[in-house]
């Protein structure tokens, strides 16, 4: 095999030339001499087309008889295709030589429906199929694209345990771990350590898993999922919605440009990702109560009225997220929460202790929280005195109650849910989708 191994994505650069695609089939068609075979190599799917006259014998014996996901090596000369737009991307491949490197025993997943639980117990091999294709694939963009954005703000990426010995978000959805007899948990968050990290670099994130005994069955929540979490040295309420914004402005625009293929392959309006520009509308929490109850007060159906019942106090449900957000055609920030509903290192409002600086970004179209951040307590006693009203271990958390004794800032920061964002960007319904491989609450297999 002589030619030059291409592949798929890049096609166009290789029209007229002779190379060679190493990938499977993933469809295949024929009629009489000829054989159209819709090979994927991982980075796209062109046809190749084998002409029975032009071809040895077995060559076009063998290709007949390949199965759905058999892998194969193919010689061929690129050619621009007219048989537009049944041929994915304009192109095909005129086979000159086939290789058959294994025939796949009959593969469990056709073009027929199939049903979900079906799909996910068999995950390792759903993620080859178009629409898991292009979803995961964005994912990754997202990934690169979060991460590129901030190394060239100046951040730098700071990786945090797992291992934790106490909580960092809420006591209820802590995974034990037993550590050689101890009792420890697998972390919620990194941000605490970040919160130590900023007094040696100024701006750092982490971005890793992180683990939710979530015993909630929404199409939003998972018990492992990726999260990005900036942490900034000076920096208050007003400047970190800013950077959320800039960062989440980026990160859109670069899956448009990046992500064509994949933006077709779901389907995804472009139109709505092009709208999000800054600035996004800032809702107070008292204001965003107001306008869900008037909500539940107008709406005629009776099961949404009891869903989207909420009184001051209480934390946003997803009902509520999605009815607040398909008012929006861009991201708004909720901030001001009560204190009695978020986390116990969150700085409290000036002169209204009951509420605190904290700041959720919901996605439009009803899908609702994407990051969670807040500016953070920077005085000592107060943090103190908010670990006891939370009866949390003080002992476990000296350290962290010691950043505030050596040149403590004013810092805040943020966490964005990988899975939440990138079902958003891909305008699907649930965010098990967005993993290669989720976990949630009915399901750690495969
Ligand atoms: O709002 P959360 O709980 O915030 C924190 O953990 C902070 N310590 C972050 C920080 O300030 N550094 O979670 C942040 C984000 C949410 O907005 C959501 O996108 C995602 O993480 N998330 C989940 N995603 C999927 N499944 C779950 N169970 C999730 N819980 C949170
Ligand atoms: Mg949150």
């Known amino acids: 095999m002589s030619n030059q191994i291409i592949t798929i994505r890049n096609i166009a650069q290789h029209v007229g030339a002779a190379v060679t695609i190493q990938g ?13 075979l819709q ?6 799917i062109v046809q190749a087309v084998l ?64 049903g979900i639980e079906f799909l996910l117990e068999n995950r390792h091999l759903w993620i080859r199929s178009r629409k898991q294709w292009a979803l995961l694939r964005l994912r990754a963009t997202v990934m690169r694209g979060l991460r590129d ?25 802590l995974f034990k771990v037993d550590y050689f007899g101890d009792q420890i948990y697998l972390a919620q968050t990194g941000q605490l350590y970040n919160e130590a990290n900023i ?10 898993p992180t683990f939710r005994a979530e015993k909630s069955k929404t199409r939003r929540h998972m018990t492992e999922f990726w999260m990005l979490e900036p942490e900034i ?46 600035p996004f509308p800032r809702v107070s929490y008292d204001d965003a109560v107001v306008q869900v109850q008037k909500m539940q007060a107008e709406t005629t159906d009776p099961e949404q009225k009891q869903l989207l019942q909420i009184e001051w ?13 398909k008012q929006y055609d861009r991201p708004i920030f909720v901030y001001g929460f009560p204190t009695q509903c978020k986390a116990f290192y969150m700085e409290p409002w000036p002169n209204r202790p009951e509420v605190c600086k904290s700041v959720d970004m919901l996605a439009p179209e009803g899908y609702g929280e994407i990051t969670g951040g807040s500016e953070r307590i920077s005085n000592t006693e107060l943090l103190l005195k908010r670990i006891h009203e939370e009866q949390l271990p003080e002992e476990a958390f000296k350290w962290y109650i010691d950043l505030r004794r050596y040149g403590s800032v004013p810092h805040s920061g943020f966490g964005l849910g990988v899975e939440r964002t990138v079902a958003w960007i891909a305008g699907i319904h649930h965010v098990r989708e967005t993993n290669p491989f989720p976990r949630t609450l009915g399901r750690v297999y495969p």
């Not at 058999?70 to 290789?99: H, N, W």
């Not at 402005?249 to 933006?263: F, G, K, P, S």
């Open 149 to 173: 954005w901030l190394d060239k703000q100046g951040f730098l990426e700071m990786s945090t345990p797992i291992l934790t010995p106490a909580a960092g978000e809420g006591t209820s959805t």
């Open 24 to 36: 499977w089939l993933y469809a295949k068609t024929g009629k009489g001499k000829l054989q159209f």
């Open 199 to 208: 007094y040696s670099f100024g701006k750092v994130y982490c971005f890793g």
């Open 313 to 325: 106090g209480q934390d946003f449900g997803s009902p509520h997220e999605t009815a607040l957000t």
């Open 233 to 278: 040295a000076f920096c208050d309420l007003e400047q970190l919605m800013q950077l959320e914004e800039q960062m989440m402005c980026a990160l859109v625009q670069r899956c448009l440009e990046e992500c064509a293929e994949e933006l077709k392959v779901l389907e995804r309006d472009r139109s709505v990702l092009e709208r999000i520009l800054p």
């Open 39 to 44: 090979l994927r190599d991982g980075t796209g």
């Open 51 to 114: 002409f029975k006259p032009s071809l040895p014998e077995e060559t076009f014996e063998a290709a007949k008889h390949l199965t759905q996901e058999s892998s194969v090596i193919v010689q061929g000369t690129v050619k621009q295709s007219e048989r537009a737009p049944g041929v994915p991307g304009g192109y095909e491949i005129e086979v000159t030589d086939l290789q058959v490197v294994q025939v796949a025993e009959e593969y469990p997943i056709t073009p027929k429906e199939h």
